[in-house]
C-alpha cells in the first residue's frame, strides 16, 4: 500500500536518526486524519540495520491492519534486525486485530523507538513490556509532543468516553466576534483573513464533529461543512444546539442535511420534531439541566457515545460562555484579526443571565491543578502557541491535557 522509498542517509548521530525517522512516522501518521477516527491516527518506519528505510505505513480504519502491519508487510524479510519507528506504543491486545507487538516480535525487528505510550488503559506499557520481554531493545520518548498533540482526540475519550473539545474563536483586536447586531445595511462580515479561513478548514477536517448554538445560525446561516477537500471517511456531524427547536427550516444547515446533521434539545414540541425529521434532520431531545437549559456535559457525552473523539466548536458569546464556565473546553484556538470593532460589539465570551455570569466568574475546575492560576479570575496559560496566520495571529492553548500526566516509561 505504501511502497519502501530510498531516502537519503539520514545524519549522522543515534539521537538525531531517530528523530529524522520518527517525524517521518508522524508525517504518516497524519494521514490517517478523517481516516484512523475513532481509532487513533499512527504511522510507522521500517529502517535496516544499513540505514534504507525498507516499509512504511499508516493507520486507516477502514482498512484495518495498524500501521506497524502494514509497515511489515511492504518490508517483508527486510524487517528482520531493523528498527521501527512508531508514533504510538504498539498494541498488546487482540481487537479487531492481533497484537502489533507480536508481530513486530514475529518479524525479527531488533529494536522498537515509539514516541508515546498508548494512552488506551488496556495498552499502557504492556505494548512496551512485551516487547522488552522478547529481548527487542526499546526507547521511548522521541518525537513525544508532536505524537500526542495529533491524538488528543483519542487520549481523551479512550479514557472518559468524552469528546475534546476544541473551542476555536475568531475574534477582534478587542475581543470581539461579531459587529453590533442590528445595525443597518449589515451583510456577511468575515472578520479574520483568507488564510485563517482556511486553517479553519483544516480544523474542520481533523475534526469528528462541528458545535454550535442556534443564536449563530440564526445570525450567519452558516452551512459548516467540511470543505477542505480532503477525504474523510465519516461525514462532519454537525450538531446544533437549539433548547427551544428555533431552527428554520429553510436554514442552510437543513436544506443540505444528509444525516449529518444533528439538533440537541430540550424541547417536547413532537410535531416541529416530526417536521424537521422529515426533512433528514436527526433530533435528540435531553431532559433539561440547569436554569432547563440544554445540558451540556450531557450532550458532549453522548457525542463520545457515537464514538465522536474530536468536537471543534464554533459558537457565538453564550454558548462559548457557558461551555468555559462549566469546565468543557479542552484547547482555545483564537484566531485575532487586527480589526477593531468597538465596545458595542459581542464578546467573544459572553453570559446570557445572572447564572451564566456567576458561572463564568468561577473559573475554578476549569483547568487541572497543576496549571497556575494567579488570580481567582484568572487562568494562565504558559503552553499557549502563538503563530502568524496572514494577517491575523493564531493562539492555541491546552486548558487541559487529556494525556496521562507520568508517561509509563
Ligand atoms: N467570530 C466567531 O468566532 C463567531 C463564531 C460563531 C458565531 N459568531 C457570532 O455570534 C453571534 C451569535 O451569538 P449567540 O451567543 O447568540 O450564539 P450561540 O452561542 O451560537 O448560540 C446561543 C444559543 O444557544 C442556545 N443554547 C442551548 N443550550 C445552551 C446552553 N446550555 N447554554 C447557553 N446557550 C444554549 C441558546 O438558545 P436557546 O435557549 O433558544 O436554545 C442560546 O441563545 C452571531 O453574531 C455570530 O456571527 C461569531
Redesign the pocket.
Same mark, same amino acid.
Given at each position: 500500500m505504501h511502497p519502501p522509498n530510498e531516502t537519503a542517509a539520514p545524519p549522522p548521530g543515534s539521537h538525531s536518526r531517530d528523530l529524522h525517522w520518527m517525524e517521518r512516522a508522524l508525517e504518516l501518521a497524519r494521514m490517517g486524519t478523517a481516516l484512523a477516527s475513532p481509532n487513533p491516527r499512527v504511522g510507522c518506519v521500517l529502517v535496516s540495520p544499513d540505514g534504507r528505510c525498507v516499509g512504511e505505513g499508516w493507520h486507516s480504519y477502514d482498512q484495518r491492519d495498524h500501521a506497524e502491519i502494514v509497515a511489515l508487510r511492504a518490508a517483508g524479510e527486510q524487517a528482520r534486525g531493523a528498527t521501527a519507528y512508531v508514533t504510538l506504543e504498539p498494541c498488546s491486545h487482540t481487537g479487531r486485530t492481533g497484537p502489533c507487538a507480536l508481530a513486530l516480535q514475529h518479524a525479527g525487528v531488533a529494536r522498537v523507538v515509539v514516541a508515546t505510550e498508548d494512552p488506551n488503559p488496556r495498552v499502557a506499557g504492556n505494548g512496551l513490556r512485551m516487547l522488552r520481554e522478547a529481548g527487542i531493545a526499546v526507547d521511548c520518548g522521541t518525537g513525544l509532543h508532536a505524537a500526542r498533540r495529533l491524538n488528543e482526540g483519542f487520549a481523551r475519550w479512550i479514557q472518559t468516553g468524552m469528546p475534546f473539545v476544541t473551542q476555536?474563536? =475568531? %475574534?477582534s483586536l478587542d475581543g470581539r466576534? =461579531?459587529p453590533q447586531?442590528g445595525l443597518p445595511g449589515q451583510g456577511p462580515f468575515w472578520?479574520t483573513s483568507e488564510e485563517s479561513r482556511f486553517t479553519v478548514q483544516q480544523m474542520r477536517h481533523a475534526a469528528d464533529a462541528v458545535l454550535? &448554538?442556534? /443564536?449563530?445560525i440564526l *445570525?450567519?446561516d452558516p452551512l459548516l461543512t467540511d470543505r477542505s477537500g480532503a477525504p474523510r471517511r465519516r461525514n462532519l456531524l454537525r450538531v446544533i444546539?437549539? #433548547?427551544?427547536l @428555533?431552527l428554520p427550516l429553510a436554514a442552510q444547515v437543513v436544506q443540505s442535511a444528509d444525516g449529518d446533521l444533528v439538533v440537541c434539545t430540550v424541547s417536547q414540541d413532537e410535531e416541529r420534531v416530526a417536521l424537521l425529521r422529515g426533512l433528514g434532520v436527526e433530533v435528540q431531545q435531553f431532559s433539561p &439541566?440547569v436554569h432547563g437549559?440544554?445540558p451540556?456535559a450531557s450532550v458532549l457525552e453522548w457525542l463520545g457515545q457515537r464514538q465522536i473523539l474530536d468536537v471543534m466548536t464554533?459558537? /457565538? #458569546?453564550? %454558548?462559548?460562555g *457557558?461551555l468555559l464556565a462549566q469546565g468543557l473546553v479542552d484547547r482555545c484556538t483564537c484566531f485575532v484579526a487586527p480589526v477593531i470593532l468597538g465596545a458595542h460589539a459581542?464578546p467573544a465570551w /459572553?453570559a @446570557?443571565d445572572a447564572a451564566d455570569a456567576a458561572a463564568a466568574g468561577n473559573l475554578s475546575g476549569m483547568v487541572s491543578p497543576n496549571t497556575p492560576t494567579e488570580a481567582s479570575e484568572s487562568i494562565q496559560l504558559p503552553q499557549a502557541r502563538w503563530s502568524a496566520s496572514g494577517p491575523d495571529a493564531c493562539c492555541s492553548a491546552l486548558l487541559r491535557d487529556p494525556w496521562p500526566a507520568e508517561p509509563v516509561d
Open positions: 476555536k474563536v =475568531a %475574534l466576534i =461579531a447586531p472578520i454550535t &448554538g442556534i /443564536g449563530t *445570525a450567519d444546539l437549539d #433548547s427551544t @428555533r &439541566g437549559r440544554l451540556l464554533e459558537c /457565538g #458569546s453564550h %454558548l462559548n *457557558a459581542l /459572553g @446570557r
